[in-house]
């Protein structure tokens, strides 16, 4: 469901995006507030505090003139940048920062005046204004010098600078930058940059990342700044009076893409690198650095959901993918409390007699509104959200639980139930553990689970991901690699790894009896499977050919809506045992 913007409940705007970036300014080194419309203080960082010597919870809900204004001064610094203005034809007025840093006379809790210096900058129209400033220490009076660089704006690694300096950096730039297009942000991450980390050493990935920063910085060109933003992410700014800020940030694209391509010598051998980049303007009513930074963020991410190694600029249409994904996962979050998740189940079936050996257990979302959810929708957002590792755990309690009641009963299923995980809960941590309690919970044999784990949730991190599975494996499960065939596994790696069941991909099955480069490859994998001592189940066998096709080639198992669509547990009951024509 497309969620238009006005249409979000107020809450949503304070989206993750927008605390991302309350989490930047409270990094800062320097004081950081910010006023609404009429005046009153909605942000005030930890540094702020210090400086000024009052709590967040006494300043915040309060106008600024009670708190830094010197006795007697009415008017507030932030006054100009509330009001706006015009010049009376249409055109705003200068926006503050426009001159550079800014004196303001300023007193702490005790009275005591500060000279300091710092940059404001707008953002928002009409009701919806608002105004931020970093204020810096206390400077001396006289002629205002420029203030020198700190070590705590620098990154302690690569030396370049960090969130704290790119986001008031960034402020400033927003809010000189009125002309649509004058104001670019680049966020470029390494691709798979945790496998190298995890299998050569976190020494040589600070190495990496080193060498990574000194290239960006030789291809910076006119960037105003190319920062560290954390990890393995790096940010560039561009500021354009003309507009131009987009070219100037896809030619810097190009010459890191140049750059970052030749292989970086690190201890343990030569690296190459990919990358994704996001890439946002400020565009009429885009001009919040939060959003900014959001915005290129969400590109990034849509890069790298694509493939990676590719740049993507955020536009209308992913603005419209955002909020759907927003609106998603604010009611995935309440699915499960409301009992709106529920399981479906297809059979899987011994090829030679067609007979059922088990089911693979599938989540369903009905929602109260939009009625039945496709996975297609959610499973990406609970993946990205962290939430798989609840939905996760629930699946996988569910499927164990009623194959173990089938168990004990007279009528369903009595062989085994596969399960998926995901890339997220492979990562998991108490991955393994959860297993173990939900088995001894649901009283269900191990031999009778098998988890299901992607070809490229396997490759993504193989070492990590071997390890994970060893230890599965000696709880007594049965693993299977799912979507075989869409990844990039070498047979190295797929000899490795502990697994007793292959699954072919849907989309090789498909072609099966139409296209003979199809069957070539069905054929050769079956083959390899066998040769390796794992079982083979088709996935998405429609029709009798393609059935007969896979006989030929000895397939063990199949699965599809030749067979059976996935059903609720009382209609896989129902139809149970069912003669099945082929």
Known sequence: MVVERAELAPAMKFSHWRRRWIQLVSSSSDA???????????????????????????????????????????????????????????????????????????????GHTLCTEGELFASGFGSGRRVGGFIRHPVEQGPMAATPARADLHDALT????????????????????????????????????AINNTMGHDAGDRLLVAVAERLRRVAGDAELIARFGGDEFLAL????????????????????GSLAEPFDVVGGEVFLDESFGVALNTFGVDDPAELLSNAE?????????????????????????????????????ALERSELMLHYQPVVEIEGVATVGVE????????????????????????????????????????HQLADWHRGQEGPKGSIEVNLSARQIDDPLIVSTVEAILSRTGLSPEHLTLEITESALMRDAS??????????????????????TG???????????????????????????????????SAVISLAHALGLKVVAEGVETTQQLEVLRSFHCDFA????????????????SFGLPISA
Request: aromatic share 8%; glycine share 12%; with cysteine.
């Open 32 to 110: 950081f507030l910010e006023v609404d419309g009429s005046g009153t203080v909605i942000e005030w960082n930890p540094r702020a505090e210090e400086l000024f010597g009052w709590g967040r919870d006494e300043v915040v809900g309060r106008p600024v003139s009670e708190t830094l204004l010197p006795s007697g001064v009415a008017a507030s610094p932030f006054s100009p940048a509330i009001a706006g203005g015009g010049d009376g034809e249409g055109r705003p007025a200068p926006r503050p920062g426009a001159g550079g840093p800014q004196r303001f006379e300023l007193v702490d809790r005790s």
């Open 159 to 194: 030396g370049l600078p960090n969130r704290a300096l790119f986001s008031s950096q960034l402020a400033r730039c927003a809010a000189v930058g009125t002309a649509p297009g004058s104001v670019a942000v680049v966020l470029l991450d390494l691709d798979r940059f945790k």
């Open 238 to 257: 561009f500021h354009s009076a003309g507009g131009d800020a987009e070219g100037m940030a896809s030619a810097f694209i190009e010459r890191a893409r």
């Open 298 to 334: 969400a590109a990034m991410y849509q890069a790298k959901y694509r493939g990676g190694s590719i740049a993507e600029t955020f536009g209308e249409s992913m603005r419209i993918e955002v909020l759907d994904r927003m609106t998603t996962e604010h009611s995935l979050h309440r």
């Open 361 to 400: 257990a599938l989540v369903r979302w009905q929602h109260p509104d939009q009625g039945l959810v496709a996975p297609y929708r959610f499973i990406p957002v609970a993946e990205e959200s962290g939430l798989i590792i609840s939905i996760g755990a629930w699946v996988l309690e569910q499927a164990c």
């Open 464 to 485: 990590s991901a071997l390890g994970v599975l060893r230890a599965l494996k000696e709880v007594g499960v049965v693993l299977a690699i799912d979507d075989f065939g």
């Open 488 to 522: 990039y596994s070498s047979l190295s790696y797929l000899q490795r790894f502990p697994l007793d069941i292959l699954k072919v991909d849907r989309s090789f099955v498909e072609e099966l009896g139409l296209n003979g480069e199809s069957e070539k490859i069905v």
């Open 559 to 574: 699965q599809g809506f030749l067979f059976s669509a996935p059903l609720p547990a009382a209609d896989i009951v129902a």
